[in-house]
């Protein structure tokens, strides 16, 4: 019970982060200590101002509807 | 899937659903001329919901894309856990419907409850269902398969280099009407409201708080400053109601059309040279958050307060063309005033942003293309409804403009209007008017066009009633007055932006050094050139003294709609060169008509001989009365200057609207050339990234159990 509350949070977290265009953080650590072993993962500041730059810098185009 | 087991239980549900659904729609069908619960339209629209993306969108993806399970997508081909990540198709629902969902469907359907709400009803359930969801759905998928291009690259790779360009110069002329119309919506829900405005000033230092906070303080964290956020904009509401009645704060907020839209032109430049984390950031959260709030509260007041819908299903504007909220009959008028709801250009953007780069699996398009979409339809209709539980006098009162309500000019503006609305047909009395206006916490309520207004009127109505009375009217209404003014803002600083870069990649044709957006010069200069573009339409929307709502906003509906044309070109293309041209009628059918809207909706803008409609003709008609000699200054022109100001500015509209009606003419030249082209050829010939299949261990990467 508990366990199914403290995964729909997460879950919540991790929709409302992705909302504005910041995905998840633990999935980006572990996709770069499998792939890319040998290169130091960025910390969740660095992580988080990169995402803030690329949703907002322009490279993606527009992100959201009129 | 265990599908032949529950295939009987299931269609029997699905049997309960459509009788459901064909229950609701009689009953709407029989009550005609006597007011209705709102719990039949909104029953009758998910059942049209559910039952199209059981059946429609499966059919699509069954026959028509012939999706692949096996096949992978980008988001594991170039997983970088960082633009490219595969991701659980809930949470990206999450991010595409927030993504596409903005102001488009709170407004049109708004403005367009002024033929009653049936045929509006109608047009976004049947437009989304065959059109709309479709497009969303199929640029998904389109760009999916091809490494979540974006619209104009997909463009210039399956139709040719001239039509690629066509689309992005296309896009951006789109994207200044909409800033303009955007913006102007924010102006006239602020004009002379104190109380809205200081809100909505309140939160330029509350972001600045909250984005110093996520940068400095507790970095990243996006959560706990939204929380914050969200205190400081109910305590800014509160704080709000007590300048608006300050003797000595409320002046410095009761700003009239010019002043606010100066504002709006100075805000947008600054707000778009200013670091993202400052600004734009964190009230790109706060809007975000507000706006999902504000959506499922509405959802839950209307189910809870089931309210009657005062307005008939039908008004007699649907059978002429001298509606006062915005002339023109319902063929083709009503198809453009609702875009965003119904069918949306725009979407294909996002559709082809960065959703279909965090797409897991192909099968899941349908439901965040379709599913998400359909969603969207949803809000427009409960925008619907919030228009149309309000007492239909008190609709036009506020959504006509100045100078139909007050031609004469009198000094009791409530008693004006009150007896122009009652002579339209629909009766009210000038208390009723003074009532609502001292309700809701403002000075006046008449001739707020712009739907925004209205909409927060239907909502606090709602909100209030639902939760028992808790909350006063008038702060509901400033929620909803900043809740729609807070993502438009953000709208206008980030599409500014966005239409910067647009800017200086077309620019950067022309010459290479304005491309580099790092260069100060190049930015400061582009960012000028796109806020003076969508600060003119808006000044000349605002000056406008027959209303610059009705002039923008059918400009913007055209564009944006052929945008969808465009993209479903597109599709149309993508299928025949799959080899798929059977059942290509699946993105023909609403390209065709959408087509035929725009282009007899364009062709009557520029060549009408009603002066209500066409732009030229009213240009003609005032230049006339220019030349006549008979002019004298009157309520509506104030000088002779006021009437040649309109006179350039429709013209200027008629010509965008030739010059759009020509992008359309060419794009369908060289889709027919495209479709040809590709039936010549005996085997597919799109140009998709070579099949490979699932890594094995895709489900545990999304889930991030992955060893």
Excluded at chain 2, 251 to 278: H, M, N, R
Excluded at chain 2, 314 to 338: C, E, N, Q, R
Excluded at chain 2, 477 to 482: D, E, G, K, M
Excluded at chain 2, 630 to 639: G, L, Y
Aim: charged residues 10%.
């Amino acid at each position: 019970m508990f366990e199914n509350l403290a995964k729909a949070g997460k879950y919540l977290g991790q929709a409302a982060r992705l909302m504005v265009g910041v995905p998840d953080y633990d999935t980006y650590v572990q996709h770069m200590r499998l792939t890319h072993p040998e290169q130091i993962p960025m910390s969740y500041e660095e992580f988080y101002r990169d995402r803030v730059e690329a949703r907002y810098g322009g490279k993606n185009g527009s992100s959201r509807c009129c | 899937m265990s599908g032949t087991s529950t295939s009987a239980s299931s269609k029997i549900a699905w049997l309960f659903v459509a009788i459901l659904g064909a229950f609701a729609f009689g009953y709407i069908a029989l009550n005609r001329g006597e007011s209705i619960n709102a719990m039949w339209v909104l029953t009758a629209s998910v059942c049209v919901y559910f039952i199209g993306y059981r059946f429609y969108s499966l059919y699509i993806a069954e026959k028509v894309l012939k999706v692949d399970a096996t096949r992978m997508t980008p988001a594991f081909r170039h997983n970088d856990g960082l633009d490219y990540v595969p991701t659980n198709k809930v949470i990206l629902f999450g991010h595409h419907f927030a993504a596409i969902a903005g102001a488009g469907p709170l407004v049109g359907p708004v403005l367009a409850a002024q033929m009653g709400y049936l045929p509006s009803m109608l047009w976004i359930l049947i437009g989304v269902v065959v059109a709309g969801a479709v497009q969303d759905y199929m640029v998904l998928f389109v760009s999916t398969r091809r490494d979540g291009r974006s619209l104009g690259e997909l463009v210039k790779e399956e139709m040719g280099t001239i039509p690629g360009i066509i689309a992005l110069i296309a896009c951006f002329m789109i994207m200044i009407i909409i800033l303009a119309v955007l913006a102007m919506v924010v102006v006239k829900a602020l004009t002379h409201s104190p109380w809205g405005t200081f809100t909505v000033a309140f939160t330029i230092p509350l972001a600045f708080i909250m984005g110093i906070y996520l940068r400095f303080i507790r970095p990243g964290k996006i959560l706990e400053a939204s929380v914050f956020g969200i205190a400081g904009l109910i305590f800014g509401i509160i704080l709000g109601g007590q300048v608006a009645v300050s003797p000595t704060w409320a002046p410095y907020f009761d700003l009239d059309g010019v002043a606010l839209t100066w504002a709006l032109v100075i805000y947008g430049f600054v707000a778009s040279v200013l670091p993202v984390w400052l600004l734009l950031a964190p009230r790109d959260y706060l809007s975000t958050f507000l706006k999902i709030g504000a959506i499922v509260g509405l959802a839950i007041g209307i189910v809870v307060m089931m309210p009657m819908m005062q307005m008939p299903a039908v008004t007699k504007y649907a059978f002429d063309s001298h509606g006062p909220v915005w002339a023109g009959t319902l063929f083709p008028f009503l198809f453009i005033t609702i875009a965003c709801g119904a069918v949306s250009g725009f979407h294909a953007l996002i559709s082809s942003g960065t959703t279909p780069k965090m797409l897991a699996n192909e099968t899941q398009a349908r439901m965040i293309g379709y599913g998400g979409m359909l969603m969207e339809s949803f809000v427009a209709m409960m925008a619907l409804i919030s228009a149309s539980i309000i007492d239909p006098g008190v609709y036009f009162a506020m959504n006509a403009p100045m100078g139909a309500l007050n031609p004469t000019g009198l000094a009791d503006i409530a008693a004006a209007a009150s007896t122009t609305v009652s002579n339209w047909g629909f009766v009210i009395t000038p208390d009723i008017l003074t009532q609502i206006a001292a309700d809701v916490g403002e000075k006046s309520i008449i001739s707020r066009a712009g739907g925004a207004p209205t909409l927060a009127v239907g909502m606090a109505q709602i909100i209030h009633s639902a939760l028992g009375g808790l909350g006063s009217m008038s702060f509901w209404y400033h929620f909803a007055i900043l809740f729609e003014a807070l993502f438009i803002l953000t709208a206008v600083d980030a599409g500014t932006r966005a239409a910067r870069f647009m800017l200086q990649d077309l620019l950067g044709l022309i010459n290479p050094n304005l491309k580099k957006t790092n260069s100060l010069f190049a930015n400061l200069l582009a960012t000028a050139l796109v806020v003076a573009s969508w600060g003119y339409f808006l000044y000349v929307g605002v000056v406008d003294p027959l209303g610059g709502i009705n002039t923008l906003w059918p400009l913007f509906g055209i564009t944006n709609q052929m945008l969808a044309a465009i993209a479903l070109m597109l599709c149309t293309v993508v299928l025949f060169k799959m080899k798929q041209h059977s059942v290509a009628w699946v993105s023909i059918v609403p390209a065709l008509w959408l087509v035929i809207c725009t282009m007899s909706a364009g062709w009557l803008k520029a060549f009408s001989s009603d002066p209500a409609i066409s732009f030229f003709a009213k240009a003609n008609q005032l230049k006339d009365l220019l030349a006549s000699g008979n002019f004298k200054p009157n309520a509506v022109f104030k000088s002779q200057e006021a009437v040649e100001r309109v006179i350039f500015n429709n013209q200027l509209d008629g010509i965008l609207i030739l010059g759009f009606m020509v992008v359309v003419v060419v794009m369908i030249g060289f889709t027919i050339q495209a479709c040809l082209k590709a039936l010549k050829s005996d085997h597919s010939t799109a140009v998709e990234i070579p099949y490979a299949p699932m890594p094995a261990n895709a489900e545990a990467i999304i889930s991030g159990t992955a060893h």
